[in-house]
């Protein structure tokens, strides 16, 4: 089982809509949470760290269920400026620890 | 800080031939981590480093490999003989010690053995 799993999408939706991605890790012992963007050809980027309490970043809101091992991101009124691929990421709770990569989901985003 | 630097951004080599990447971390960063991204298997952790010491070779694919960080400014990932199963974008990334901190990446380099 991969560690850290996402539908691959694409996910293609019209400007205005809202999407949401899932993703679910298989180590219990993972204590933070992160989605990373990453455009085409570019390096991936933090979009925003995942609380368990959740959290919201203008039209992103983060989720996470640590009793189902499930992270989720919402995206709402999409721009065009959306489409990229999303990242679901883990780390374990300790210094000095890798962030594990799911394969990401790829939106896109059309007028 | 001019961030994570690479180089070079990219490379095309001859299979059989040694390549070797090269990554700048963040100054102050203590962890500094190699990934491979490919289409068909995603961004994978290659080895990563904390204090200059390896902490986690096991995503190396093969002794063809292998990586150094002999100090805190510098780090080096060598492919000897490559292979053209190695075409990759190759990402460093670096970190500071503190839970839950945001790894940043380089822009990364593209490599294509033919």
């Known amino acids: 089982r991969k560690e850290v799993e996402q539908d691959p999408g694409p996910f293609n939706v019209p400007e205005g809509a809202t999407v949401a991605f899932n993703c679910t890790y298989s180590?219990?012992?993972?204590?933070?949470f992160f989605w990373y963007r990453q455009d085409c050809r570019k390096e991936p980027k933090l979009l925003m760290s995942?609380?368990?309490s959740g959290n919201e970043d203008g039209r992103f809101t983060a989720q996470l269920n640590r009793a189902s091992q499930y992270i989720s991101l919402l995206i709402r009124d999409s721009k065009l400026s959306d489409s990229a691929t999303y990242l679901c990421?883990?780390?374990?709770?300790?210094?000095?620890?890798?962030?594990?990569f799911g394969k990401g989901t790829t939106l896109s985003v059309s007028s | 800080d001019a961030g994570v630097i690479q180089s070079p951004r990219h490379e095309v080599t001859e299979m059989g031939q040694e390549v070797t990447l090269r990554c700048k971390p963040i100054?102050?960063?203590?962890?500094l981590f190699w990934y491979r991204q490919t289409m068909m298997r995603g961004l994978e952790l290659l080895i990563y480093?904390?204090?200059?010491?390896?902490?986690?070779d096991s995503g190396m694919p093969e002794d063809r490999f292998s990586a150094k960080m002999p100090n805190a400014s510098f780090s080096t990932l060598k492919i000897q003989p490559s292979e053209p199963r190695d075409s990759a974008v190759y990402f460093c990334?670096?970190?500071?010690?503190?839970?839950?901190?945001?790894?940043?990446f380089g822009q990364g380099t593209r490599l294509t053995v033919v």
């Open positions: 990334a670096s970190s500071s010690d503190r839970i839950g901190t945001e790894a940043f």
């Open positions: 180590n219990s012992a993972s204590q933070s």
């Open positions: 995942v609380y368990s």
């Open positions: 990421v883990v780390l374990l709770n300790q210094a000095g620890t890798a962030l594990i």
């Open positions: 100054s102050g960063h203590n962890s």
């Open positions: 480093f904390n204090n200059n010491v390896p902490i986690d």
